[in-house]
């Protein structure tokens, strides 16, 4: 028997790639909504940093961790930045590199792992104020309720290019080449898992973003909410 959702207009879920541009979009929708956001592939890196900076070896060990801290999604719309704060520790920019993308990449694949965060996902949500949830599977899997599914394309030169100019407005250095490659391959990872793949949801409104700038995609998708 199919189960019928019933939707909800006051989330906003955006899926794609890396480097797609979703977290400049949500941070311009909740903006001007004032609603909350919930940055999940903040989460999975918060899993790669226990990987590979605090030597947290296996799956089991990770899952541990992750249960008996408190970890608590902080957003600053005025700054433009979503940090972590693992019981009194405060993480963002630590989290920020493509090692740790990558190695949240590869985690990103195992079962405990992400049932380990959905709860931290789902309790973003709070009625009473609306929320914009970016990842790869908020509309298929998180949110599946939420009335406005997005899904962000755009080819992965365009998004290296981007993820680079980013990277450097941070001071951060960038070699063009290893950034494409990565991108690459972490696309290739989180399309070919066999949990909570990246893929639009049946429901979702696609935009190729290659040639439109970030107000033209948040245009289109402020035109389809007010259509709800
Ligand atoms: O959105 P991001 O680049 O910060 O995400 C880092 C990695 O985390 C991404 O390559 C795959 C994983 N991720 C995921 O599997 N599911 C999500 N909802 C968000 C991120």
Same mark, same amino acid.
């Given at each position: 028997m199919d189960v019928i959702l019933k939707l909800v207009r006051n989330i906003i879920t955006i899926d794609g790639p890396s480097g797609v541009g979703k977290g400049t979009l949500a941070f311009l929708l909740a903006e001007k909504l004032d609603w909350h956001i919930?940055?999940?592939?903040?989460?999975?890196?918060?899993?790669?940093?226990?990987?590979?900076?605090?030597?947290?070896?296996?799956?089991?060990?990770i899952v541990q961790f992750l249960n008996k801290s408190k970890?608590?999604?902080?957003?600053?719309?005025?700054?433009?930045?979503?940090?972590?704060?693992?019981?009194?520790?405060?993480?963002?920019? =630590?989290? +920020?590199? &493509?090692?740790? @993308?990558?190695?949240?990449? %590869?985690?990103?694949?195992?079962?405990?792992?992400?049932?380990?965060?959905?709860?931290?996902?789902?309790?973003?949500y709070d009625s009473e104020k609306g929320l914009i949830a970016d990842g790869r599977d908020m509309g298929t899997i998180i949110f599946p309720e939420?009335?406005?599914?997005?899904?962000?394309?755009?080819?992965? =030169?365009? +998004?290296? &290019?981007?993820? @680079?100019?980013?990277?450097? %407005?941070?001071?951060?250095?960038?070699?063009?080449h290893d950034l494409l490659e990565q991108i690459q391959q972490r696309d290739e990872e989180d399309i070919n898992r066999k949990i909570s793949p990246l893929k639009p949801a049946d429901d979702a409104i696609v935009i190729d973003t290659s040639s439109l700038s970030i107000k033209e995609v948040e245009k289109k998708v402020m035109e389809n909410f007010k259509k709800l």
């Open positions: 919930l940055d999940s592939g903040l989460l999975y890196r918060l899993v790669g940093y226990l990987s590979l900076k605090e030597k947290l070896e296996t799956t089991r060990e970890i608590q999604l902080v957003t600053n719309l005025k700054e433009g930045i979503c940090e972590i704060k693992l019981n009194k520790k405060i993480l963002g920019k =630590e989290l +920020r590199n &493509e090692n740790i @993308a990558s190695r949240a990449s %590869e985690l990103a694949k195992k079962e405990e792992i992400r049932n380990a965060i959905i709860k931290i996902q789902r309790n973003a939420a009335a406005l599914k997005v899904f962000l394309l755009a080819s992965p =030169e365009v +998004r290296a &290019e981007r993820r @680079a100019n980013q990277l450097k %407005e941070k001071g951060m250095s960038v070699i063009m």
